[in-house]
């Protein structure tokens, strides 16, 4: 997965897709967040539960343990070593879904330059992949050491064609219980693994160079060029 995603829905559509009736404690406001194309290190909104209550912060997507400081903070966490590698071990009790429109990948086709692929869910509803990460919560304050990683997996199917790597989206069922405290961390491993929904649930295609600029963020940036592939039948 390249680093590079949209989340421009407002916090209340991400809620409708989790289908989650806690009462929820919003930090991020109530606007659309019109983000086209965040980069790392960009505040995204996160979705985490502490006891009973859903909570949305603005999360720096990009984390890394304090004794490694040597080299950038990642943005991805293997799936296959997230939950028993010593680099993700302080976080992978701190289960956290981020909800996306959509993600970029950039796909050698032969010519001089990679084109830009969009990838989302054929229904158009938000993509909710798994994270874990450090934030705010009832005994931590925020602080410039927090940060989410997103957990991915190999690709199969038509996506292959597309990149090696995809983020692990859950249905709304699995994604609540993968926030659930409660859930075992043997459980939520196991959910992490299943790789979530099947790749026909997917279309792509491709968009614009001009989203390689991170500084462009107009809506436009999601507008098809060519054919749309994908998604399985109707």
């Given at each position: 997965?390249?680093?590079r995603?949209s989340?421009?829905?407002g916090?209340?559509d991400?809620?409708a ?20 194309n965040?980069?790392p290190?960009?505040q995204l909104?996160?979705f ?10 603005m999360?720096r997507?990009?984390w ?7 080299r950038?903070?990642?943005?991805n ?11 993700f ?6 289960r956290?879904i981020?909800a ?11 010519g001089?330059?990679k ?10 509803a ?5 994270a ?12 410039e050491?927090?940060g989410f990683?997103?957990?991915t ?30 859930t075992?961390?043997?459980r ?31 809506a ?12 399985g039948?109707?």
């Amino acid at each position: 997965m390249c680093g590079r995603l949209s989340q421009y829905r407002g916090i209340h559509d991400f809620v409708a897709a989790l289908n989650m009736p806690n009462a929820l404690v919003n930090s991020t406001g109530d606007q659309p967040f019109e983000r086209y194309n965040a980069a790392p290190t960009t505040q995204l909104a996160i979705f985490h539960q502490e006891g009973q209550y859903l909570h949305a912060d603005m999360v720096r997507w990009g984390w890394r343990p304090h004794w490694a400081k040597d080299r950038a903070a990642p943005i991805n966490a293997r799936v296959e070593k997230v939950a028993h590698g010593p680099f993700f071990c302080a976080i992978w009790p701190h289960r956290a879904i981020i909800a996306i429109d959509n993600w970029f990948e950039w796909v050698d086709e032969g010519g001089p330059k990679k084109r830009p692929y969009l990838i989302q869910r054929k229904d158009r509803a938000p993509l909710l992949c798994a994270a874990i990460g450090q934030y705010p919560n009832a005994e931590h304050p925020p602080s410039e050491h927090d940060g989410f990683v997103i957990i991915t997996a190999d690709s199969v199917g038509g996506m292959v064609d597309i990149h090696d790597r995809r983020p692990v989206t859950l249905s709304p069922e699995l994604a609540r219980e993968w926030l659930d405290p409660a859930t075992p961390k043997e459980r939520a491993e196991l959910i992490a693994l299943q790789n979530g929904e099947p790749p026909d649930a997917l279309e792509w295609f491709q968009v614009a160079p001009a989203i390689g600029n991170v500084r462009n963020q107009d809506a436009a940036l999601i507008t098809p060029i060519g054919e749309v592939i994908g998604g399985g039948p109707d």
